[in-house]
């Protein structure tokens, strides 16, 4: 089993309401990621978390706040967000790259369908 | 600096072979993937080779990698109208300790039937 759910699908929000993103999986994987998708755009990463500690922020503005409460679930809470933060947030998680193995190891991302938010 | 480059549109018609290219420019070992973004829908792993490797192979999709060139293409036998998508090339290098990929700028691909 190789999936990534996420919830809502949709969200339509107002710049002072707070909502919540969420996202998981059960391939056993301890890295999970945050991506922003604006259309015809390749992903952005924002967050990865690492064994449930956040180990990269792409200089995110402190209006998205990622949570990682344990293994297999990422959230992402959301504030007073902006029109242009409208775009696709996709989910993704990997085997942890800092796990010691033999040789190079593929660490291949699994995406979610995402979640397509609109802030008005 | 590490750089993903593609072309931004293939058209093709249904039965003929697509071939999708994808230009990087990071020197060290690295993983490739090729993923696959179907409208509204999250992006789906295709597949993926190593640096060290020139070809490889997964039913309709075969992998070539020119590592002189940097230069990395996917090819779509007797392609359908269901792979009409945008396909992102990505690079990891193994040079730090993290996974972040570096996305190509994707192709959409429409088939004609």
């Known amino acids: 089993d190789t999936e990534v759910t996420q919830t809502p699908k949709h969200l339509v929000m107002g710049m002072t309401n707070k909502k919540s993103l969420k996202c998981e999986q059960h391939?056993?994987?301890?890295?999970m990621y945050w991506y922003k998708q604006k259309a015809k755009k390749p992903p952005e990463l924002m967050f990865v978390y690492s064994y449930e500690k956040l180990s990269i922020n792409e200089s995110v503005p402190s209006r998205f706040s990622p949570e990682c409460p344990n293994s297999s679930l990422l959230n992402l809470h959301l504030h007073a967000l902006q029109p242009e933060d409208s775009a696709l947030y996709l989910c993704?998680?990997?085997?942890?790259?800092?796990?010691?193995?033999?040789?190079?190891?593929?660490?291949?991302?699994?995406f979610g369908p995402g979640t397509r938010l609109t802030v008005t | 600096g590490e750089d993903v480059e593609q072309s931004l549109f293939l058209s093709v018609r249904e039965g003929d072979s697509s071939v999708i290219n994808c230009t990087y420019t990071d020197s060290s070992s690295t993983y490739l993937y090729w993923y696959k973004q179907e409208p509204g829908a999250g992006l789906q792993l295709l597949t993926y080779i190593f640096s060290n490797m020139d070809m490889k192979q997964d039913q309709r999709l075969t992998v070539l990698l020119n590592k002189k060139d940097k230069h990395l293409s996917l090819r779509i036998a007797d392609t359908q109208t269901g792979d009409s998508a945008i396909y992102f090339c990505a690079e990891r290098s193994l040079g730090g300790a993290t996974n972040k990929l570096i996305f190509g700028t994707g192709t959409l691909l429409a088939v004609q039937p």
């Open positions: 993704a998680s990997s085997q942890d790259p800092w796990t010691l193995g033999t040789g190079p190891r593929t660490y291949e991302q699994y």
């Open positions: 391939m056993g994987h301890r890295a």
